[in-house]
């Protein structure tokens, strides 16, 4: 079974500085996804970033990057120019990969409380 | 932009009693999951529906659990006999078919209350 790990309980940035939230992760597969989800106080989960792991190139939305290293399992999620708008849960999530159809769940981290300080 | 939407936002039920939640996925996806999280925890699959049947289920997703789509936009959880350990926030999801059906996309959530 597939785990991840998010180790920081809680990360404080101040606004319009960069912060690096780290994420590993636990697989024996070799194709598979990646996400970064998310979770602001109304509790929706929004969809930040994902990372197919057959691409070496990391996976960019405008203020969000992703740094995905896949021997070492380390997908971390860099915010530069973090804004009051960003202060969330953010949590790490990992799927396998379905070459046949199907329709796996999420596997998700504990999750990390980013706290923006203005 | 399509969104998943989900009623109740909050549901408060005595222990026992049945409960039903909803959900209407994005129109053309064809995937759709349940998930659950507890209070401060993380969150947790449930099961994945796909083809008027379950595809995946977790060992969370006991008898008391069930799902099914009622007709061509809805999707339902039913708790059949509620434990006060069931109260949590429970989310659906849905993806796309093929090549797509990776990226998963939530709902708001339904609270669930469980006294």
């Known amino acids: 079974a597939q785990t991840v790990t998010q180790s920081q309980p809680e990360m404080s940035v101040q606004e319009a500085e960069t912060v690096t939230l780290s994420c590993t992760y636990d697989?024996?597969?070799?194709?598979?996804?990646l996400f970064w989800y998310k979770q602001p106080p109304s509790r929706q989960m929004i969809l930040v970033i994902r990372?197919?792991?057959?691409?070496?190139q990391n996976a960019t939305e405008n203020r969000f990057s992703v740094n995905f290293q896949k021997a070492a399992k380390s997908f971390s999620l860099k915010i530069s120019d973090s804004q009051l708008g960003d202060a969330a849960m953010y949590f790490c999530a990992y799927r396998s990969f379905a070459s046949g159809g199907g329709a796996d769940g999420l596997t998700f981290g504990k999750g990390t409380h980013l706290i923006i300080q203005p | 932009e399509p969104e998943v939407t989900q009623t109740p936002s909050h549901q408060v039920t005595q222990m026992g009693q049945e409960v039903i939640l909803r959900c209407v996925p994005i129109?053309?996806?064809?995937?759709f999951y349940w998930y659950r999280q507890i209070l401060g925890q993380k969150v947790e699959f449930l099961v994945s529906?796909?083809?008027?049947?379950?595809?995946?289920k977790s060992e969370i997703f006991d008898d008391q659990f069930s799902v099914e789509r009622p007709d061509g936009s809805n999707f339902t959880l039913k708790i059949r006999s509620t434990k006060l350990e069931d109260s949590a926030m429970y989310f659906c999801?849905?993806?796309?078919?093929?090549?797509?059906?990776?990226?998963?996309?939530f709902g708001p959530g339904t609270r669930l209350t469980v006294l």
């Open positions: 990372q197919e792991a057959y691409k070496q």
């Open positions: 529906f796909y083809n008027n049947e379950i595809s995946e």
């Open positions: 999801a849905s993806s796309e078919e093929v090549p797509s059906q990776d990226t998963q996309y």
């Open positions: 697989t024996s597969e070799s194709d598979y996804y």
């Open positions: 129109s053309n996806h064809l995937y």
